[in-house]
């Protein structure tokens, strides 16, 4: 019986050591994603080429947006509104060395399945501020060209989430 039990603790003193060891899963290192710097959540609000917010009558005011690696993790990046008022999620180009983005002559855009043409986009390091906190905070710009309204060029503006619970929901006035 004694023979057991010591059998047991030392087999249990090797696996305690073994989990502690250097060499093991404590060093993993992720990585980083190719287009990290552009990647966030941003309040954004979009507007008509005549300055009016586009979707006024809706109500419209700031929605949440992301921005993230696609799956190939190069230089190309989602653009995704997740299904608000534009339905707009498609693959946009950044320049790494200058924080711009563009996207293909009218790419495909997933929510709708038309196209856009996104254009002139720049993401500013703390060039904005969150709405109530003052919290300074990366802004972002961008314009686009639906397949559903050809010829009509919609302007994007926002800035970045902060996280902090007095800031989300923000509001245009």
């Not at 006024?56 to 947006?65: R, S």
Request: with cysteine; glycine share 10%.
């Amino acid at each position: 019986m004694k023979l057991k039990i010591k059998s047991y603790i030392l087999i249990a003193a090797a696996l305690i050591l073994y989990s502690c060891d250097e060499d093991g899963y404590a060093d993993y290192d992720p990585g980083e994603t190719t287009t990290q710097r552009f990647a966030g959540e941003w309040y954004i609000v979009g507007y008509a080429p005549n300055g009016e917010v586009a979707y006024a009558a809706q109500g419209g005011d700031y929605n949440l947006w992301s921005t993230y690696n696609t799956a190939a993790n190069n230089e190309n990046f989602w653009l995704d509104d997740h299904g608000s008022f534009f339905e707009l999620k498609s693959i946009v180009q950044g320049n790494l060395s200058n924080l711009t983005f563009s996207g293909q002559e009218d790419a495909p855009e997933v929510i709708t399945g038309g196209t856009v043409t996104i254009r002139n986009g720049k993401i500013i390091e703390n060039g904005g501020r969150a709405s109530i906190s003052r919290a300074v905070v990366d802004s972002i710009y961008f314009e686009a060209e639906f397949d559903w309204d050809p010829g009509v060029i919609y302007t994007f503006g926002g800035h970045e989430r902060t996280g902090f619970e007095e800031d989300d929901n923000p509001r245009i006035n």
